[in-house]
């Protein structure tokens, strides 16, 4: 059975390293930015309805990446080891990483 990993880690030099890292040992997936929540909600803490002007900014934090890599059930294992290893156990990458599993697949994914 296929698995769906998502790893979401704070966009950073070492995030970066994280990627080549798994591109080097032969996984692939996709990537994309993303932002969490309290980056793009008002802190508006019950004063009001107005919207942060820091939220309208343009050079915010940059936030976040997401990788998804879908996998075969028995290579997971050694796929959350590696990624546990590069961020030394979300260490020095803030993040996270869950599993979804995949009822179908199609493609050359």
Same mark, same amino acid.
């Given at each position: 059975m296929k698995q769906?990993?998502?790893c979401i880690l704070d966009n950073n030099p070492k995030a970066a390293h994280l990627l080549r890292s798994l591109?080097?040992?032969g996984y692939n !997936?996709?990537?994309m930015n993303t932002v969490g929540m309290h980056h793009v909600l008002p802190d508006i803490h !019950?004063?009001?309805t107005a919207i942060s002007l820091s939220s309208m900014v343009d050079d915010l934090p940059e936030g976040? /990446?997401?990788l998804f890599i879908i /996998?075969?059930?028995d290579k997971l294992g050694g796929l959350k080891e590696r990624i546990r290893e590069l961020t030394n156990r979300f260490e020095d /990458?803030?993040?996270g990483m869950f599993v979804l599993p995949l009822?179908?697949?199609e493609g050359n994914l």
């Open positions: 769906l990993l998502f591109s080097k040992d !997936g996709t990537v !019950g004063h009001g976040n /990446i997401t /996998i075969d059930e /990458i803030p993040g009822s179908s697949v």
